[in-house]
């Protein structure tokens, strides 16, 4: 190694590639906006998030970040035309990423056709794949190459599995109840109602809590609630299920809301 070369230095940047990026991060759900924030934190870069549309335009008007991450289902409009308006706006200095559960056909293809230059699908499976994704993103961004596709993802091996167990370990559980709260009341009046809009919002929210969370069985709820309503059926019997779910989920674990409630 060269004598000017400090290995301090050097392994320090290897493992903080994005030291001194800036990134604004448009999530609804305060659970997977910190899954987000912990891989951004350790890998040096700074973020702030907005949780809707609304928020998202008002942080951009004072705030200039390098990256824009934004999530396709958000509460009050769709994620993939900010995308086109921010991608519209025409300032090359900064970058856009798709964030989304959704992982079908086409999806990807759909994002970069509306301005982003990159894609993540949630649940983000590691630290070293968000790392490596946003690396390359930058890299083709500088150097005016094709956006890089997303590789299929095969089965993570042992270090992968570590990687995610310790960063699953570190998130706020509280943040996870807060959005199933926020979800059930939205339930409560959306079903009476039969609002499909917010039946659809509700079912692709808790399908990305529960990936991030890795619980299955709202993942495989909130995907049966789903695929009733793309049927074209009201969906009503799926969707008092998911309520039910979320009710027993946040009756579980009161003593530890409540106890986090009650900390100064």
């Known amino acids: 190694m060269p004598h000017d070369v400090d290995p301090f230095t050097a392994n320090f940047a290897r493992s903080r590639p994005l030291m001194g990026v800036t ?10 906006s910190e899954a987000v924030r912990l891989m951004a934190l350790r890998s040096g870069a700074r973020l702030r998030r907005a949780d809707c549309v609304k928020s998202a335009y008002s942080h951009l008007k004072l705030y200039k970040p390098d990256l824009v991450i934004v999530d396709l ?10 995308i086109r308006d921010l991608s519209a706006q025409n300032r090359p200095e900064q970058i856009i990423i798709a964030l989304s559960g959704d992982d079908s056909d ?26 490596d994704r946003i690396v390359a993103v930058l890299a083709a961004h500088r150097t005016g190459q094709a956006y890089p596709v ?41 079903l009476p109602e039969g609002d499909r809009a917010q039946l659809r919002y509700c079912a692709q929210f808790v399908d990305s809590v529960g990936q991030t969370a890795r619980d299955r069985e709202l993942t495989q709820q909130a995907r ?5 309503m793309e049927t074209g059926a009201p969906g009503q019997e799926s969707g008092h299920q998911m309520l039910q779910l979320l009710r027993r989920k946040l009756s579980e674990n009161a003593p530890l809301i409540q106890s986090r409630e009650h900390v100064a």
Do not use: H
């Open 73 to 82: 289902g958000l509460p009050d409009g769709s994620g993939l035309d900010l």
């Open 150 to 190: 997303q590789p299929a993802e095969g089965d993570t091996d042992d270090a992968v599995d570590l990687d995610r167990q310790a960063l699953f370990d570190d998130l706020d559980r509280q943040a996870l109840f807060d959005d199933l709260d926020r979800i059930r009341k939205i339930l409560e009046t959306a």
């Open 106 to 131: 086409g999806i990807e293809a759909s994002v970069i056709a509306a301005g982003a230059q990159g894609f993540l699908t949630k649940p983000i499976r590691s630290l070293a794949n968000f790392q």
């Open 23 to 32: 990134i604004l991060l448009a999530e609804d759900s305060r659970f997977c």
């Open 224 to 228: 049966r609630f789903f695929r009733r």
